[in-house]
């Protein structure tokens, strides 16, 4: 983001601290419990929005900076095995041999080649199928019709999407990211993510339908009550920012710290203004960005294939310059872990709870404020997508 951006975000939170305000969705919305609970529900929103049709976000470049890099990922039901080709670009695959349908990678790593660990069948990193074992066991069996299956995947402004679908014969597998970013990315590209070091990710299990996890992070309304002894401290409570880009959507919020600041010109306020905010975006479905003073956490969740009071979230940081000793390694690891403990006991703890009443059949709708601007953006966004009217 530009510095004149930068400082028109910061304007705009000092306006709502000083009118004692924040921003407002043009009316309250009121949500049916079952949105969160519903199996057809849930289904269907892993169909349409998990199942091949909207490009999902997957981390910085970083992730797989190198040649001969590569990182596993799991979408709904398909492994998903991305990789640095050759020729320096993103790949995407099905993580599923030719053979019989073992994964040919684990984790991340970096290899030259991946030898599926049941009978040995190589694949190179562009998922060309280099060798069977004992070949001569397979008369009429063409390797060249199978190589890994291919998935669309794009690598822009240093972040990475993918479309988890298997693509068909003669399709070229790139995905129009600008377009899908709906503005956004004139704000992300100056960021220069390309340059960023992936530090540390964590994946983990929450009991909360997806849609809840994002809504614990899209307003500040909370952060009085919920976070009175972690978050509160740091920022202002109910004082947010809230701007669209298509589905996607961006949250801002104020630092305490910097509070004074409006009272000076903004000349004096650095040389990244945005450092004195906390923003947060969107990436429609079901990922979400967050710019914090001096690092990037991803956090993206994918629903259960289970049931529809789960997700998996995972949890990413990346940092500037890649830590280079044993003191930046502490200081970041005490980061992250402070993030991830701040919200599995504070919000996922109550969510969970939340969750499991929503079955109750005491309440029929949860209500949003129109103070929780960015919250009904979302839940507005995702009814769009699945073809359900407004409410
Ligand atoms: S399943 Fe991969 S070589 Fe047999
Ligand atoms: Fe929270």
């Known amino acids: 983001m530009k510095r004149e951006a930068q400082v028109a975000l910061l304007r705009e939170l000092f306006s709502y601290y000083e009118a004692r305000g924040t921003a407002q969705a ?23 929005l998990f199942g ?20 596993v990922e799991t979408v709904d039901k398909l492994p998903v095995l991305l990789t640095r080709d050759r020729d320096g670009g993103i790949k995407a695959f099905a993580n599923i041999c030719s053979h019989r349908g073992a994964p040919v990678a684990q984790g ?14 190589c694949y190179g990193t562009d998922g060309r199928l280099l060798s069977i074992s004992d070949e001569k066991a397979f008369p009429g069996v063409e390797r060249e019709k199978l190589h890994l299956k291919r998935l669309p995947a794009a690598e822009k402004h240093g972040m990475i999407f993918v479309q988890p679908r298997v693509l068909e014969d003669g399709e070229t597998g790139s995905i129009d990211i600008d377009r ?36 614990t992070f899209l307003e500040s309304y909370h952060i009085a009550f919920l976070h009175k002894e972690t978050v509160a401290p740091i920022f202002h409570s109910n004082l947010s920012g809230a701007n669209s880009y298509g589905l996607h959507c961006r949250m801002t919020a104020l630092r305490k710290a910097a509070t004074d600041l409006r009272q000076k ?33 991803t956090w993206r969740v994918m629903p259960s294939t289970e049931k529809p009071d789960e997700c998996m979230v995972d949890f990413g940081f990346y940092i500037p310059e890649p830590a280079s000793d044993e003191k930046a390694v502490k200081y970041w690891n005490k980061n992250f872990d402070l993030a991830v403990k701040t919200v599995q006991a504070e919000d996922f703890t109550i969510g969970a709870q939340m969750q499991k009443a929503f079955h109750s059949g005491a309440q029929q709708e949860v209500i949003y404020g129109r103070n929780e601007a960015a919250l009904i953006h979302f839940h507005a966004s995702v009814r769009q997508a699945l073809g359900l009217p407004a409410l």
């Open 26 to 48: 043009e009316r309250v919305m009121r949500n049916p419990v079952s949105a969160y609970t519903d199996v057809a529900r849930w289904q269907e929103e892993r169909r349409i």
């Open 52 to 71: 091949g049709a909207h490009p999902l976000f997957v981390g910085l470049s970083c992730l797989v900076p190198n040649i001969g890099d590569y990182r």
């Open 108 to 121: 991340e790593g970096t290899t030259r080649a991946f030898v599926c660990p049941y009978h040995g069948w």
């Open 180 to 215: 899908h970013m709906g503005g956004m990315q004139a704000e992300l590209a100056p960021f220069d993510f390309a340059s960023y070091s992936h530090f540390r990710s964590e994946r983990f299990p929450v009991a909360m339908n997806w849609k809840f996890v994002i809504d």
């Open 265 to 297: 010109p903004d000349a004096e306020w650095g040389a990244t203004p945005l450092k004195h905010a906390i923003v947060l975006y969107t990436l429609f479905p079901s990922s979400m960005f967050i710019f914090q003073a001096d690092h990037v956490e």
